[in-house]
């Protein structure tokens, strides 16, 4: 499966911005999708996850509150709505597709990855 991250872009603090991931060669209807994002000089961080059905959702704490994914699976789209930004909020943000349905928090549990989209968030 391929995954194309987009919608990051360059926002005052306080903005929103809606991140897409789209998936192509296969449904992703059974996978668990998660957001990572990783800032200059940082290790990639979890940002949320959503299970296959999107009853389950789990976010960072960082996020709680701000943040909320979602998906589509007639789309074979994720999103990540992103609500009042911070300027520590700024890295590129990656869209991952885990091929076991069960949740998890970790990158290495999840097997493919979008190419990152980056978001700016100035003060």
């Known amino acids: 499966v391929q995954l194309q991250a987009s919608g990051g872009g360059l926002v005052q603090a306080g903005a929103s911005l809606r991140l897409s991931c789209a998936a192509s060669?296969?449904?992703?209807?059974?996978?668990?999708m998660g957001w990572f994002r990783q800032a200059p000089g940082k290790e990639r961080e979890f940002v949320s996850a959503?299970?296959?059905?999107?009853?389950?959702?789990y976010y960072t704490d960082s996020v709680k509150g701000r943040f909320t994914i979602s998906r589509d699976n007639a789309e074979n789209t994720a999103y990540l709505q992103m609500n009042s930004l911070k300027p520590e909020d700024t890295a590129v943000y990656y869209c991952?597709?885990?091929?076991?349905?069960?949740?998890?928090?970790?990158?290495?549990?999840?097997?493919?990855w979008g190419q990152g989209t980056q978001v700016t968030v100035s003060s």
């Open positions: 991952a597709a885990r091929s076991s349905n069960s949740m998890a928090t970790i990158a290495y549990e999840y097997d493919y």
């Open positions: 959503i299970s296959w059905r999107g009853l389950s959702r």
């Open positions: 060669g296969r449904t992703i209807s059974r996978n668990v």
